[in-house]
Structure formats: structure tokens, C-alpha cells
């Protein structure tokens, strides 16, 4: 006997899930993650592939946790890892992970999944869908809404914007350069920064010593 129900109504995506198992979070030891940490998407089983019902399935949890598509991974910023498992005909596991990585002698680290909760069993009901062309006019975004690419910026891994600015080439030696304070020369005494020549003579060094030995 199922202990309750899911049902997902988006999109023209109707679907009817009874729970027969569930484990909450304080029924974990582990640690937690953070809040706001998005989570690594896993779906295990052909059926996903093998039915349209899974993949349109397998789309709306893609949608309902907010993930986008990468094409490449910060393995030192994957923490968190929700793995959903489909199992003919009509089941569905949802389980949570944290994602431990420790060192195992070459570049790639171990990785060791810790269940964290929560956990779920879900028997898929009963499905209602829209027609391919209402479902597809459904998912369609509004210009207003989609974000342009902008030329020459891109954004970094921590989401910080950076710019290209593209010059033309300059001759270093033709450009303006002002003069800096400390090679300006500086006038003392009213010599106007010159060195006075003193012209030497034996008979004054002669005097020179002289003085030195009294």
C-alpha cells in the first residue's frame, strides 16, 4: 500500500507518483550540504531511453532542480549528487549523496558517496500528457526572457564577467610619456643643479695635509 502521493502538474506534464518508502533527513548521521548547492543530476536505467513517457519523466526533474547543462565539471566544487534510478515497469528511487573525494595515488581522486537523505521510492500511477505540439508551444521561453550573448564577454567558473578588448598596434616609442618627478633636477644653492669644477693643485693639496696633521 503506497504511504502517499506526488503528482507534477507542468507544462502539460501530468504525473502520479505513490510513495512507498521515505526516509527523512534526521534519519541520516551524515553531514549536510550547504544550503544553495546545486546538485549533480544521475539517471540510471535504459528505461529513461527506452520509453518517451521516462524521457519526458527525466526532463521535468531536470527542470524542477534548476540544473543547466556543462560540458565540464569542477570535480573540487561536486558536493552534492541526486541519483535517480528507474526500474521497469513503473518504479522510481530517488537518493541523495554527498560526494567525498580522497586521494588515491593518481590525478583522478576516489570518490565516495555517503547517503545524506532523503530517500525515496516512488511507483509511477498514472501519466497524462499533453500533445507534442502544446507541449512544445508550453516550453517555449519568450525573447524578452532568453539572455543574449554579448561579443567579446564570457564568464568564469565563480560566474565573474570578463571582457576582451581588442587594440590596434601601438608603437611604444612614438607614444607621449610624461616625466616623472623624481628625474626633474633639482635646484640648490642657485647653481641650477650644476657641479662646480674646483681645479687641484700640488701646492693646495700641500695645504690640504698640512691642515689635516695639525
Known sequence: AGLGSL?????????E????SFKKLSQFKSTKVPLGAKPCLIFNGDVFE???????????FCDFF????????N???????ISLTAVEPDTLLLR????????SGVDSPY???VEIGVSLDLKLRRTHFAPPDLRKQALKVPKAAKIGKTKNITHDMAGSKLATVHMTKQNIAEMPQSKMKGSKKRKED????????????????DTENSMDTS
Open 17 to 20: 507518483y505513490g510513495v512507498t
Open 96 to 103: 541523495s549523496y554527498e560526494v567525498n573525494m580522497k586521494k
Open 190 to 205: 642657485g647653481n641650477d643643479g650644476k657641479v662646480k669644477k674646483v681645479k687641484v693643485t700640488e701646492s693646495s693639496l
Open 66 to 73: 534548476c540544473t543547466t547543462k556543462t560540458s565540464s565539471i
Open 75 to 81: 570535480l573540487q566544487g561536486l558536493e552534492y549528487v
Open 50 to 60: 527506452k520509453f518517451s513517457d521516462w524521457g519526458i519523466i527525466q526532463n521535468y
Open 7 to 15: 503528482s507534477t502538474r507542468s507544462s502539460g506534464i501530468n504525473a
Open 111 to 113: 570518490v565516495e558517496l
